[in-house]
C-alpha cells in the first residue's frame, strides 16, 4: 500500500506496536518498490531479500508473544556501502575490495539489536570522494526528482538518497565528512543529518579523513532523525 511508503517511521512504530500493521507487511511494501524500481535508480549495490524476510517474520512473531523491543522494532533500514557486515565486503564505491568484515560496525550492531531489518546496501561515491555523486566505476544512483534529465544526486552518499526519497528505504546510515549526507539529501529533496564529532562510533566504518568522519543519517522525515533513530545509535 502507498500508504506504508508514505509513513513515517514515527508512524510506523506506533503502527506495529498497536498491530495495525505488521513488520512482514511494511517490509513487503518496501521491497517490492526495491524490486520494482532499483534497476533504474542504482540505488542498491547489495540487496538482502531473503535475509530481510526471514527477519521481519521473527520480528511480526516477536511482537505478537509480547517481545516488543522498542519503537524502531520491525522497521526497514539499508545502510551506506561505508559500513561493515559481518560476512559481507564493504565496498566503499570501488572495486578494489574484496575481503570481507569479520564483525558487523557496533552502529549497524545497534538497529539490528533495537529489531529494524536490514534490506541491503546503498551504493556510495568511489572512496567517498565526489560531492556530486557521479560515479565512474559504477551506475550512478539518479535522482528521482529528474530522472528524465539526469539530474545528479549528489554525493558521496547518493544511493541512500536516492533510495529514502524514491520511497526505496524509510531511512538510511550513512557518513558524512565534509557534506556526504547532507548534500545528497539537500539535492533529493529529504533531510539529512550530522551529529557532532564523537558522539556516535565510526568503528566499522570506512574511513575518509579521521578528524572529521561521522556517522550520519539520511531520512525522509525530520522528525524521525532526532526522535528515533538518534537515540538509539547514541546508545553504541
Not at 76 to 83: N, T
Not at 150 to 158: I, L
Request: with cysteine; glycine share 12%.
Amino acid at each position: 500500500m502507498d500508504e506504508i511508503i508514505s509513513l513515517s517511521i514515527n508512524e510506523l512504530g506506533e503502527r506495529i506496536r498497536s498491530g495495525v500493521i505488521s513488520p512482514v507487511e511494511i517490509l513487503g511494501e518496501y521491497m517490492k518498490r526495491i524490486l520494482c524500481y532499483d534497476h533504474k535508480l542504482n540505488a542498491f549495490s547489495e540487496i538482502y531479500e531473503a535475509d530481510a524476510r526471514a527477519a521481519a517474520k521473527h520480528a511480526e512473531q516477536e511482537i505478537r508473544s509480547g517481545n516488543w523491543r522498542g519503537p524502531l522494532h520491525g522497521i526497514p533500514f539499508a545502510v551506506k556501502d561505508f559500513f561493515d557486515l559481518k560476512g559481507k565486503v564493504t565496498g566503499g564505491g570501488t572495486n578494489c575490495f574484496s575481503q570481507k568484515a569479520y564483525v558487523t560496525a557496533p552502529v549497524v550492531a545497534t538497529l539490528l539489536k533495537q529489531g529494524m531489518i536490514l534490506t541491503g546496501k546503498h551504493r556510495a561515491v568511489e572512496l567517498g570522494m565526489g560531492a556530486t555523486g557521479i560515479m565512474e566505476n559504477s551506475p550512478t544512483p539518479l535522482n528521482p526528482w529528474g530522472q528524465s534529465q539526469r539530474v545528479a544526486p549528489g554525493g558521496s552518499s547518493n544511493g541512500s538518497a536516492v533510495a529514502v526519497a524514491a520511497g526505496l528505504t524509510p531511512i538510511a546510515l550513512v557518513t558524512d565528512t565534509g557534506g556526504s549526507a547532507r548534500i545528497p539529501a539537500a539535492w533529493c529533496g529529504v533531510s539529512g543529518f550530522r551529529p557532532s564529532m564523537g558522539n556516535l562510533s565510526s568503528s566499522g566504518m570506512l574511513p575518509l579523513s579521521q578528524t572529521m568522519d561521522t556517522v550520519g543519517i539520511i531520512a525522509k522525515h525530520a522528525s524521525d532523525i532526532p526522535k528515533k533513530l538518534q537515540d538509539a545509535v547514541f546508545s553504541t
